[in-house]
């Protein structure tokens, strides 16, 4: 979330540290029982916000982040996990690294599902994206992100990559 003074700073991080201990907690938890409390905590923090601010759509993407990875970490369907990144997409990233972070994840998980071409369309049009977006100095999340893709891709069009990444 955007850096606040004040009252607005302190909900900030009271929010990062009950974020924090809801995505502890998710490990012992069903994948529902995992959402009912990321969802608790959203409509526990909303009302602290101004309706329309930033900060608002913030706390938003960061509950739909942890929604997604949770679905993953849980071993969802991937139809489930596909509605989750939809959601997550829906709210927008708040930049380019952000999205390719969570766009690998879901190629990644495609590959490890063995669905080698889902993966590498994904992958590439990330690839695409990195490559595409507009340069703002030297960015090593992003080169980093590039690297991690490509392998991805790599990865993905070897027929023997798949006991590289078990």
Request: hydrophobic share 45%; with cysteine; charged share 30%.
């Amino acid at each position: 979330m955007v850096r606040l003074k004040g009252k607005r700073a302190k909900i900030e991080g009271d929010f990062a540290k009950a974020l924090a201990l809801e995505v502890a907690n998710a490990g012992s938890l069903s994948y529902r029982a995992a959402v009912a409390g990321l969802r608790r905590l959203e409509r526990s923090f909303l009302p602290m916000l101004p309706a329309k601010s930033a900060d608002v759509l913030e706390l938003r993407r960061r509950i739909a982040e942890q929604i997604y990875h949770q679905a993953l970490s849980h071993g969802c369907s991937p139809a489930v996990c596909g509605d989750k990144l939809r959601a997550l997409s829906k709210l927008g990233f708040t930049d380019v690294e952000r999205k390719a972070h969570f766009y690998l994840l879901d190629a990644r998980a495609a590959l490890l599902r063995g669905d080698k071409p889902l993966a590498r369309r994904k992958a590439t049009t990330m690839i695409r994206e990195l490559e595409d977006a507009p340069k703002r100095g030297r960015n090593p999340l992003r080169k980093e992100l590039l690297g991690l893709t490509k392998a991805l891709v790599r990865q993905a069009t070897d027929p023997g990559a798949m006991e590289a990444i078990s």
